[in-house]
Nanobody, 116 residues
Framework: QVQLVESGGGLVQAGGSLRLSCAAS????????MDWYRQAPGKQRGLIAS???????SYADSVLGRFSITRDNAKNTVYLKMNSLKPEDTAVYYC??????????WGQGTQVTVSS
């Protein structure tokens, strides 16, 4: 099994940047796709970025051009670089991994708050 731990959240002013990390323990080779989701209070959790084992990325329209998802296989870590942050980006951000055995694994979440 793979365990995921997110970090890097915090309070930032509008227009600022943050870099979230999701560190995986266990076999990184069991992970096919890693995703970033976010959930604002009273809202459903939504997918905002994905990266495949081959490095193919995709983004939600709301973050396209501002956020960048990357993977460092040597460190078994996936990152979400967030630029030009807006107050509407305020949410709990979660890392998700889809394994080769069909499991969906979640991190504990990290809070991102963007002030106006």
């Amino acid at each position: 099994q793979v365990q995921l731990v997110e970090s890097g959240g915090g309070l930032v002013q509008a227009g600022g940047s943050l870099r979230l990390s999701c560190a995986a323990s266990g076999s990184i080779f069991s992970i096919k796709v890693m995703d970033w989701y976010r959930q604002a209070p009273g809202k459903q959790r939504g997918l905002i970025a994905s990266i495949t084992s081959g490095g193919i990325t995709s983004y939600a329209d709301s973050v396209l051009g501002r956020f960048s998802i990357t993977r460092d296989n040597a460190k078994n870590t996936v990152y979400l670089k967030m630029n030009s942050l807006k107050p509407e980006d305020t949410a709990v951000y979660y890392c998700n991994a889809a394994t080769s055995t069909g499991l969906s694994l979640w991190g504990q979440g990290t809070q991102v708050t963007v002030s106006s």
